[in-house]
């Protein structure tokens, strides 16, 4: 990974590169700030430019042996540290072949996407940083340097380490051997522990301007629509993991919309056999599509509120979308908000927990019915 390879953050990769060459690299750095910002990709391509062999003004070389290995995620001298399912790996090099392939699929990555890759859904069990990597880590730190000069630890979702984890790492992190950097990469700084977080210097990696997201969708969706690359800039809201996704799933989108849009009509009409029928065809979707369906329309009845207390330009929204809420926003007011979400967040767990899911969604179609009239 190079500093040139990652879109936008300018004024973050003239910092790194600033403290390379003036030998002023910090020894514990945080990357943090909104998710799909480029965060991972910032640190790797930072810890190649320490070690390159050619090091420009401006970049890595891409070609000496440090980079080439870098661009693959396999050199000796680059340790990874990452969220792992006890059940399944007892630390992250149990299962760094998932996550170098992960990462070199996109370096825009989140913990969520991650925990999909590893299916804990399967196993309920959150990843997590357990005692036994920091263990790991201070092992691997005592060995001398294999190839480079220097070592790097980068330490992804750090808010994710158990506090017996970060209390055994505070000496070494405070202390580092000569010639290691720890880097961290954080969606929530706020939930890493305290005293490992005043030990950190930081970094704070902003949302990506529109017009930087734009181009990288160009770039990707060279077949995309202007209108729906228009969309999909304002909804991601400067989250290039958001405008992916949007995107590629843009026709599940639009048919959660239709279902949308139906099921509110049809409960305020107060049509049961609509309502009945609309219960049996969802119920034939698989369990995710439902769930997912059922947090779009969670996101929609929050859009709907925001639009109808006439502060629209927080509203991230498509044309679409935003063309049924003008009509639709005033039935979603400050007496049904609160209880509105509720019974859709109720009607998630439910079916998350193997429920009918037919009888759950014809009865949260008759509190929608009630609701509506509020």
């Known amino acids: 990974m190079r500093f040139i390879d990652i879109y936008g953050q300018n004024e973050i990769k003239e910092r790194l590169i600033h403290s390379v060459q003036t030998g002023r690299m910090p020894h514990a750095l945080l990357f943090h700030g909104p998710q799909g910002t480029g965060k991972l990709a910032l640190a790797i391509a930072y810890a190649q430019y320490i070690s390159c062999e050619n090091r420009g003004k401006n970049d890595s070389c891409g070609q000496c042996p440090?980079?080439?290995q870098f661009q693959?995620?396999?050199?000796?001298?680059?340790?990874?540290?990452?969220?792992?399912?006890?059940t399944q790996h007892r630390v992250s090099i149990g299962a760094i072949k998932e996550w170098r392939e992960f990462v070199l699929k996109s370096p825009y990555i989140s913990y969520?996407?991650?925990?999909?890759?590893?299916?804990?859904?399967?196993?309920?069990?959150?990843?997590?940083?357990?005692?036994?990597?920091?263990?790991?880590?201070?092992?691997?730190?005592n060995k001398t340097a294999y190839e480079s000069d220097f070592r790097t630890q980068i330490v992804c979702f750090p808010e994710k380490m158990n506090d017996e984890c970060a209390n055994k790492l505070l000496k070494i992190i405070e202390?580092?051997?000569?010639?290691?950097?720890?880097?961290?990469?954080?969606?929530?700084?706020?939930?890493?522990?305290?005293?490992?977080?005043?030990?950190?210097?930081?970094?704070?990696?902003?949302?990506?301007?529109?017009?930087?997201?734009?181009?990288?969708?160009?770039?990707?969706?060279?077949?995309?629509?202007?209108?729906?690359?228009?969309?999909?800039?304002?909804?991601?809201?400067?989250?290039i993991i958001k405008a992916f996704d949007v995107i590629e799933n843009g026709e599940e989108t639009q048919m959660f919309l239709s279902n949308f849009i139906y099921i509110m009509r049809t409960c305020y009409t107060k049509n049961i056999l609509g309502m009945k029928k609309w219960s049996e065809e969802v119920a034939k979707w698989s369990r995710k599509q439902q769930i997912t369906f059922l947090s779009y329309a969670q996101r929609m009845i929050r859009e709907n509120f925001i639009f109808n207390i006439r502060q629209k330009e927080l509203n991230y929204m498509t044309s679409d979308e935003s063309g049924?809420?003008?009509?639709?926003?005033?039935?979603?007011?400050?007496?049904?908000?609160?209880?509105?979400?509720?019974?859709?967040?109720?009607?998630?767990?439910?079916?998350?927990?193997?429920?009918?899911?037919?009888?759950i969604l014809f009865d949260l179609a008759l509190k929608i019915t009630m609701l509506l009239k509020m």
């Open 66 to 68: 440090s980079c080439i």
């Open 72 to 86: 693959k995620l396999i050199h000796p001298d680059l340790h990874f540290t990452f969220p792992v399912i006890a």
């Open 112 to 141: 969520d996407l991650w925990s999909s890759c590893l299916s804990s859904e399967k196993t309920n069990t959150p990843p997590k940083i357990l005692v036994s990597e920091a263990t790991e880590i201070i092992s691997e730190l």
């Open 175 to 239: 202390e580092p051997y000569p010639n290691t950097h720890f880097l961290f990469v954080s969606e929530n700084s706020d939930q890493i522990l305290g005293t490992i977080l005043s030990r950190l210097q930081s970094i704070y990696v902003p949302a990506l301007p529109p017009d930087v997201v734009t181009e990288i969708l160009k770039k990707q969706y060279p077949t995309a629509t202007e209108k729906v690359i228009t969309d999909t800039v304002h909804i991601a809201n400067g989250n």
């Open 324 to 359: 049924f809420s003008e009509k639709f926003s005033p039935f979603i007011n400050e007496r049904n908000i609160c209880q509105f979400l509720s019974e859709l967040e109720l009607a998630e767990r439910h079916i998350e927990r193997n429920g009918q899911a037919k009888i």
